[in-house]
């Protein structure tokens, strides 16, 4: 599939309108040359070189059908999840680890993702993966990650499987969210947790925990924020973007686990560069995190 960045930026209107102009073309000289041959030439030329118009026009056509196909599958065509930034703040709770003194790269923590049925968890959208990944001593245990598909009960929109491919026949035999969460919260532990604009992936934790008991009181740390923090005067704090400046290739871009896995190689490379600041706790990077937040939301009001 054609991955030409800026053909992918056209809209569907532009790129049909340049396949119908470069067909005409195409027919408008085909006819021309045909019928000037058609004077001088026998009657098989004249058929070969309509034959020539007929083959050109197609290839055009599938060259177009092609790139739109390109288009649809590509990520960077679709919305972009929503940003939250509601549940950062000074008074996350202490971690055990870091009242012992230990620095960021000695903690344990659990980078996790969601893909979920849409963008909106306040009006019905569920859960439809969760994958995570442990980092402990900055090491990245991929063998040992978590990974679960969740049935929805509910049917998955056409436009949300553009993003992950996870379809309704793929979870119909899963287990619901209710059945999911304990073996996810006992593989999190008493860890930090860390997500990819983590008050997202948090809020449809947060709303299933009247229904499954399952609360999740860890330290959450987020890499949007961490990200903002690191590089302010960056527009781009995606994960495809940060991804990009630092070197890291997602394999597997818009699945639980494979996002998981680069936020994870991510939040190595952000220590790296805080420790290299002097921000060595974990309590400075909430304080830093929670400041990022406070400015935001003053901007919003201007």
Request: proline share 3%; charged share 25%; with cysteine.
């Amino acid at each position: 599939m054609d991955h030409i960045a800026h053909f992918k930026e056209m809209s569907v209107r532009t790129i049909v309108s340049m396949a119908f102009m470069a067909i005409l073309s195409v027919f408008i000289l085909g006819m021309g040359i045909v019928l000037f041959f058609s004077l001088y030439a026998s009657v098989y030329v004249i058929w070969a070189l309509s034959a020539v118009v007929l083959v050109c026009g197609v290839i055009v056509w599938l060259w177009t059908d092609r790139m739109l196909a390109a288009r649809l599958h590509d990520h960077r065509s679709l919305p972009a999840r929503p940003e939250f930034y509601d549940f950062q703040d000074l008074n996350q709770p202490m971690h055990w680890d870091e009242m012992g003194g230990k620095e960021l790269k000695e903690l344990t923590y659990v980078v996790f993702d969601t893909e979920t049925t849409g963008l909106s968890p306040s009006t019905g959208d569920e859960i439809i993966s969760i994958g995570a990944v442990r980092i402990s001593n900055g090491e990245i245990d991929e063998a040992g990650a978590f990974y679960r598909l969740v049935n929805p009960g509910m049917a998955i929109p056409k436009q949300s499987i553009q993003y992950h491919g996870i379809t309704d026949d793929m979870v119909a035999k899963e287990d619901h969210i209710e059945s999911v969460l304990p073996s996810f919260k006992e593989y999190v532990g008493d860890a930090i947790l860390v997500a990819h604009n983590a008050a997202f992936d948090m809020k449809f934790l947060k709303l299933k925990e009247e229904k499954t008991g399952i609360i999740f009181p860890n330290l959450v740390l987020d890499t949007l924020l961490i990200s903002v923090f690191l590089d302010h005067e960056s527009h781009n704090h995606s994960l495809d973007g940060i991804a990009k400046q630092m070197g890291i290739t997602i394999e597997g871009r818009h699945t639980a686990l494979g996002d998981a896995v680069a936020t994870a190689k991510l939040l190595n490379k952000m220590i790296f560069r805080l420790e290299a600041r002097g921000i060595t706790s974990l309590r400075r990077v909430v304080e830093a995190s929670a400041k990022i937040e406070h400015v935001r939301k003053l901007k919003e009001k201007f």
